[in-house]
């Protein structure tokens, strides 16, 4: 499938007319999705916010014309391209636009989701088809499964051990070295260190080590030694943070 990026809100991507930007023309925005789903036979969807400000939340109106040329689902982040991250996610816009008769296409709701229990009351509340986490899941990808599991038993699942969190960091390190090369790998790493092992007792000095090493093996042979320390440990229930992230949003 091809996902078309309309939600952008970082000001040197918005402002000059892409991501969010596109919300401030909404003719040039359906032209744009016609002409990608006609160039292409993959499925093209779209991802989205409520519109550009307060005065123009015009996300229903977007949804039924991005549906008429022909995109395949549309997933709806729940405040505006000013508020960027600003206050709470306003969902009752997105229920609204999965309610209205006219929309067949599935409809997934985003923002400020970070728990199964908070998934399955949005879903319920506004009948969405799907979510979409993003803040929630950095340094804490087993948010996907807790809530899969949630759903479908009612019951919690088992979080994840120091093991599972090193194996996740170590392979996520891994991945953004061979994506990105060791040097914008290894850098790019260093802001997710503190969210995999939030929760451990006295981390500061393994933290720092982490974030100033620059080499691969290094930072494996302190993640070999945390793994030793803290066998067996278990993890302090840390509340996710969702922060502000406007400024680091990657445009690359
Ligand atoms: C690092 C990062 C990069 C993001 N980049 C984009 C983007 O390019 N386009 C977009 O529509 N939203 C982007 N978002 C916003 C998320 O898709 C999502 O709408 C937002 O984080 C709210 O959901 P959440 O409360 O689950 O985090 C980004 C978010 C983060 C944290």
């Known amino acids: ?3 078309i990026n309309f939600g952008c809100p970082v000001k040197k991507v918005a402002l000059k007319g892409a991501g969010a930007g ?34 123009t939340k015009n996300i229903e109106e977007v949804a039924e014309r991005l549906q008429d040329v022909g995109i395949k689902a549309l997933a709806i982040h729940g405040r505006t391209r000013t508020q960027m991250y600003k206050g709470e996610a306003d969902w009752t816009l997105i229920g609204k636009v999965k309610n209205n008769p006219r929309i ?8 400020d989701i970070d728990s199964p229990e908070k998934a399955v009351e949005y879903r ?6 799907g979510i979409m986490i993003g803040r ?7 948010i996907f ?14 979080p994840p051990t120091i093991e599972d969190r090193i194996a996740v960091c170590r392979k996520h390190l891994q991945q953004s070295v061979s994506w990105k090369g060791p040097v914008v790998g ?6 997710h260190y503190a969210n995999y092992l939030k929760g451990l007792p006295n981390i500061k000095e393994f933290r720092n080590k982490l974030v ?3 080499t691969e093996e290094e930072i494996n042979a302190v993640l070999d030694e945390m793994a030793v320390i803290y066998a067996g440990h278990q993890f302090e229930k840390t509340p996710i943070e969702l922060i502000n992230y406007h400024e680091n949003c990657p445009v690359n």
């Open 1 to 3: 499938m091809l996902d």
């Open 22 to 55: 596109v919300l401030r023309d909404i003719d040039l925005m359906v032209r744009l999705t016609a002409a990608v789903v006609k160039s292409t036979s993959l499925p093209v969807t779209v991802k989205t916010r409520l519109g550009w400000d307060d005065q």
């Open 104 to 111: 067949q296409i599935p409809i997934f709701g985003n923002g």
């Open 124 to 129: 319920n509340r506004y009948g969405v088809d």
């Open 136 to 142: 929630a899941a950095i340094g804490y990808p087993w």
């Open 145 to 158: 499964n807790e809530i899969k599991h949630y759903i479908s038993t009612g019951t919690h699942l088992s």
């Open 186 to 191: 290894i850098n790019e790493m260093r802001r």
């Open 212 to 214: 100033t090493l620059k």
